[in-house]
């Protein structure tokens, strides 16, 4: 081999070598910044519930329900009414047997009489009394005792009297009537039992179904949106039937246990049946104060609430204050901006991290 032919073999050899060390010298270059950006979902806060997260559950109920019984011990001598029948307010449901009722009336009336009858002597007694003391025949204290005899026989008539009336109500409570109009859902006893006042023996039940109520179970963290007054809606469950009701009564508290407020709401004209399952939907809560997100963007260290906001490329944590709406709702009550991007399912990311939002 020529002197020539080395010299290029070694340049070739010195060019590939040099080659070589270029390439390994740029793959061990550390690439620019710690990691990569991560990929995350994002959502801004809801400044409106979708419709039909805010919402209770209760059960229709009649307003006017009540089980009939008799006011005082005795035998039934008639029962005027099946089950299923409707009846108008103050029709006769039951008769109880009245014979010792109508012995008493009848008494009360004949001392009634007889303390008529003693007024008219002592009003006699103190005409005379008059004249004679006029003549000075009758000393003053015989003339008082002439009329105090006058005034209590006058209030032995309003004695007699006062159980006249006690003798013809207890009569009249013999026939026991409809409170109010409605339909007969039970019928416990029948002619010929022997009922008692204490206890108290239930005869006939009696329901308002024109006159219904929805009694609802409210989470407290939604309780302002009952709002006595506002029309919510509902559906039945099950069938579904739908329903309108007029909020009327909030209670002022919170139950203990459940955490939950009574709300009664008067039900508009639908067609349903005391004792049925609904639920109510209080609609969109845009105005209430406050932010909502789903819950897989509310983070908890077990003594606080956050949650971690993408801004100018980073994970950004925020201390927040969030109350749970529905499951898998919470309202923010503070500590976020509507505009803010908030990080969904931020798993592992730790404030400062490199992140990019996912296209929606």
């Not at 955490?259 to 005391?274: Q, S, Y």
């Given at each position: 081999m020529t002197r020539t032919h080395l010299l290029a073999a070694s340049a070739a050899a010195l060019l590939t070598l040099a080659g070589c060390s270029a390439r390994a010298d740029k793959a061990a270059l550390p690439v620019p910044g710690a990691a990569p950006p991560r990929a995350v979902r994002v959502a801004k806060p809801a400044t409106r519930i979708e419709t039909g997260l805010a919402r209770a559950t209760g059960t229709i109920r009649a307003r006017e329900d009540a089980t009939l019984a008799a006011r005082a011990t005795g035998q039934i001598k008639r029962v005027r009414v099946e089950v299923g029948d409707k009846v108008k307010a103050g029709a006769p449901l039951v008769e109880m047997d009245a014979a010792n009722q109508r012995i008493a009336l009848d008494n009360a009336k004949a001392l009634e009489r007889l303390a008529a009858a003693n007024?008219?002597?002592?009003?006699?007694?103190?005409?005379?009394?008059?004249?004679?003391?006029?003549?000075?025949?009758?000393?003053?204290?015989?003339?008082?005792?002439?009329?105090?005899?006058?005034?209590?026989?006058?209030?032995?008539?309003?004695?007699?009297?006062?159980?006249?009336?006690?003798?013809?109500?207890?009569?009249?409570?013999?026939?026991?009537?409809?409170?109010?109009?409605?339909?007969?859902?039970?019928?416990?006893?029948?002619?010929?039992?022997?009922?008692?006042?204490?206890p108290v023996t239930p005869i006939i039940g009696l329901t308002n179904v024109d006159l219904l109520e929805v009694r609802l179970a409210v989470p407290e963290a939604i309780e302002g949106f009952a709002v006595p007054g506002r029309t919510v809606k509902g559906l039945t469950t099950p069938g579904g039937q739908p329903f309108e009701a007029r909020v009327?009564?909030?209670?002022?508290?919170?139950?203990?246990?459940?955490?939950?407020?009574?709300?009664?709401?008067?039900?508009?004209?639908?067609?349903?049946?005391?004792?049925?399952l609904v639920t109510v939907d209080f609609g969109a809560v845009g105005e209430k104060a406050g932010l909502f997100l789903p819950a897989n963007a509310i983070q908890s260290d077990g003594t606080s609430s956050f949650v971690f906001v993408l801004a100018s490329g980073k994970a950004e944590k925020r201390a927040v204050?969030?109350?749970?709406?529905?499951?898998?709702?919470?309202?923010?009550?503070?500590?976020?901006?509507?505009?803010d991007a908030v990080i969904l399912d931020p798993g592992t990311l730790a404030t400062g991290d490199a992140v990019v939002a996912l296209a929606n």
């Open positions: 007024v008219a002597e002592a009003e006699r007694e103190l005409a005379r009394a008059k004249e004679l003391l006029q003549q000075q025949a009758l000393p003053q204290s015989g003339f008082d005792k002439v009329t105090t005899g006058r005034e209590i026989a006058a209030a032995q008539l309003d004695q007699a009297r006062a159980a006249v009336r006690a003798a013809e109500q207890q009569l009249a409570d013999t026939v026991i009537t409809a409170p109010f109009p409605g339909i007969v859902t039970a019928k416990r006893q029948n002619a010929g039992d022997t009922v008692t006042m204490m009327r009564v909030k209670n002022a508290v919170v139950d203990a246990a459940s955490r939950t407020i009574e709300v009664l709401a008067d039900v508009k004209g639908a067609a349903l049946r005391p004792g049925t204050t969030a109350t749970a709406v529905h499951p898998g709702t919470f309202q923010v009550e503070s500590g976020l901006a509507a505009g």
